[in-house]
């Protein structure tokens, strides 16, 4: 964050540590949203998860995960990437042996939506191993890239 901001840029830490019970409830208003659009229980649950992490599986949970927003746009959507701070973190985060979580084009992989904004940290030789392989964390536990 420090470098970030020595290069001029405002990045700003939206999210870290949660609570079992804060994910609950974010992920049973998710799984509300889905319903109220007609979606069964079940199919509710099933989309919810590719947005908002199961109880129990957030990374956020295990204190591993942090949200990063540009102060200028603290949406959690794909205008993220195209912030300074997005091209910023995404250049340099693994530096500091963070890793963006999920990347475009690896929702089928990671079963998570693209998410410019989540980063975890993983190690800095794991992140500069993930980052020059340009895979995402499933990729390289599996040995799949």
Request: charge should be negative.
């Amino acid at each position: 964050m420090d470098a970030c901001r020595a290069d001029g840029l405002s990045p700003v830490i939206c999210s870290a540590y949660r609570t079992r019970e804060k994910q609950e409830r974010l992920y049973q208003a998710e799984v509300e949203r889905w319903q109220d659009r007609g979606y069964s229980q079940d199919n509710a649950k099933a989309e919810a998860g590719k947005a908002v992490a199961i109880p129990g599986t957030s990374e956020h949970q295990l204190g591993l995960a942090v949200d990063i927003v540009d102060i200028n746009n603290q949406h959690l959507d794909e205008t993220q990437e195209s912030t300074e701070v997005q091209k910023w973190l995404m250049e340099h985060s693994w530096e500091y042996g963070f890793i963006l979580r999920y990347p475009n084009e690896k929702s089928e992989i990671t079963g998570i939506i693209y998410e410019p904004w989540h980063y975890r940290y993983v190690g800095r030789e794991d992140a500069e191993q993930i980052h020059t392989l340009g895979v995402c964390l499933e990729e390289y536990l599996e040995g799949t890239f």
